[in-house]
């Protein structure tokens, strides 16, 4: 989670152990002190409690969107910080008696085509009851039906991943990236946790699609830009990505996969946007989101006295002068 090399570790604790005795401790054939224990807490910016977690988890068929740039470390780094997270998160669930299943809401054979993909999102929206609305929390939507979303401070060059702890559905986003975006990367990572693919399919681009159209179904799509379209106005697209929460571009990309747009209007839709200098940061504000579920588990847990103060701030990483006030309703 911090970056070190074994080195790097045994440099920042003064020679108090050596590297290979930093590897030892690591691999587990070696028990540290009391001495070496409060060091190590101190170097890492973690409580005693951490390294006595009862609960560890291993995530594993990780699918991580990200830039070629991005290194191994950096990888390891969120990987490891999502890893304590959800630690955290399922040890929460079982104090309070409230371990969430995950049931795919597909169960039809595998899409082998862009129309299937479609058909994928709208028997899911269909299956959660959301209808052909706006959605106004997708974070939130994934965590009401299993799936664990986490939102971390990563490095530029991250995106999200997926994967599974177990048969616990896990979803990591940079919350760097704009409102829009975060709500974008949270249904492309589902569409890699449920979709079945076919093999002519590209997995990068149906999980695309996918989000597009579980956002902004065809049907909602054609009712808001009307008939075919040779271009789209700004105004007009900037209040669509305050109503749909998505951005301006993926909007575009939309009305072409449902037929509004022809290739050649939204090729220049989308060298409009680049000329701009939209395809990195876009005007318009899309309402960020938060994921309530796990301080509802919390504080809920505390009022009931399933666990102490400090066994929330453990779990929270919150200070304990910081819980005591939300307690009495200040923040």
Partial sequence: ?????????????????????????????????????????????????????????????????????????????????????????????????????????LSHPEVIDEAGIDHAAMLVRSKWKLGHDPIPNVLELLEQHGVKVHLLDGPDDFYGFSGK??????????????????????????????????????????????????????????????????????PELLSLKRRWGMSMAAIGKRAQQVGILSDAAYTGFAKDLSRRGWRRTEPGEVVAETICRFDRLLFRALVEDYISLSKASELSGIPMDQLRCRLQGAE
Avoid: W
């Fill in 165 to 234: 702890s177990g048969s616990i559905p896990v979803v990591v986003i940079n919350q760097r990236q704009p409102p829009d975006r975060i709500r974008f990367t949270a249904l492309h990572e589902l569409g890699h946790l449920i979709l079945s693919l076919g093999s002519e399919l590209d997995e990068e681009k149906a999980c695309h699609r996918f989000a597009g159209a579980f956002l902004l179904p065809a049907e909602a799509c054609r009712t808001e830009l009307r008939a075919k379209r040779t271009h789209l106005s700004m």
């Fill in 1 to 105: 989670m911090r970056g070190l090399s074994l080195r790097g570790l045994s440099d920042k604790l003064h020679g108090l152990v050596s590297h290979t005795t930093v590897g030892q401790l690591e691999e587990g054939t070696r028990v540290p002190g009391s001495e070496v224990l409060l060091a190590l807490a101190q170097c890492l910016g973690q409580d005693l409690d951490y390294f006595f977690r009862p609960f560890s988890v291993r995530l594993d068929g990780i699918d991580f969107r990200k830039k070629a740039k991005l290194g191994q470390k950096e990888i390891a780094r969120v990987r490891e910080e999502a890893s304590a997270h959800f630690e955290r998160y399922l040890e929460l669930e079982e104090l309070c008696g409230e371990r969430m299943e995950f049931h795919n809401p």
